[in-house]
T-cell receptor
Framework: SQQGEEDPQALSIQEGENATMNCSYK?????LQWYRQNSGRGLVHLIL?????REKHSGRLRVTLDTSKKSSSLLITASRAADTASYFC??????????FGGGTRLMVKP | GAGVSQSPRYKVAKRGQDVALRCDPI?????LFWYQQALGQGPEFLTY????????KSGLPSDRFFAERPEGSVSTLKIQRTQQEDSAVYLC???????????FGPGTRLTVL
């Protein structure tokens, strides 16, 4: 079973616009991670935020975490066509495994 | 350095056949994970190794699924008597010591006819 729910399931924007994806989860976590997956390829790690952190930046990516609401958001600023992919949040809780959400399919139109 | 590699990249099996999927983790990575990803869904955990020890196999869907990592490096996921519902992408990931980041391979897409 999957812990997280991503919202929206699909998102289509124009190049240059910002994209925001949200993730909700059910149990307490050690950290939350965001991954990108291009069609037919493996998962690429984007960013990790720990349970005691509230916000983290990496290049054009900004991640927030609200443990009281059990939710996280990923913001991609100034999107590019190359950002077209599926984005997954994954939580790491008691064990070592990651529990993934269902993903958001982002399309950035040139 | 080299990332996680998996082979084969694609596998087509007839229902009832046995298959073996291979994962070569990043050199020196202690932890190795297998995940199953159905079409249009997020990956789901199957099993986890620390060195050669299989510490968690709670995600294996049935006793037809078996994984091993005999020398603490390369791992093999074996599926016996494949069924159509086994069709999925099988992802392998490895993780180094004192890090929470898993690095994924490209996956093996299994199609059972």
């Amino acid at each position: 079973s999957q812990q997280g729910e991503e919202d929206p399931q699909a998102l289509s924007i124009q190049e240059g616009e910002n994209a925001t994806m949200n993730c909700s989860y059910k149990t307490s976590i050690n950290n939350l991670q965001w991954y990108r997956q291009n069609s037919g390829r493996g998962l690429v790690h984007l960013i990790l935020i720990r349970s005691n952190e509230r916000e983290k930046h990496s290049g054009r990516l900004r991640v927030t975490l609200d443990t009281s609401k059990k939710s996280s958001s990923l913001l991609i600023t100034a999107s590019r066509a190359a950002d077209t992919a599926s984005y997954f949040c994954a939580t790491n809780n008691a064990g070592n495994m990651l529990t993934f959400g269902g993903g958001t399919r982002l399309m950035v139109k040139p | 350095g080299a990332g996680v590699s998996q082979s084969p990249r694609y596998k087509v099996a007839k229902r009832g056949q046995d298959v073996a999927l291979r994962c070569d983790p990043i050199s020196g990575h202690v932890s190795l994970f297998w995940y199953q990803q159905a079409l249009g869904q997020g990956p789901e955990f199957l099993t986890y190794f620390q060195n050669e020890a299989q510490l968690d196999k709670s995600g294996l869907p049935s006793d037809r699924f078996f994984a091993e990592r005999p020398e603490g490096s390369v791992s093999t996921l074996k599926i016996q008597r494949t069924q159509q519902e086994d069709s999925a992408v099988y992802l392998c990931a490895s993780e180094g010591v004192s890090t929470d980041t898993q690095y994924f391979g490209p996956g093996t897409r299994l199609t059972v006819l």
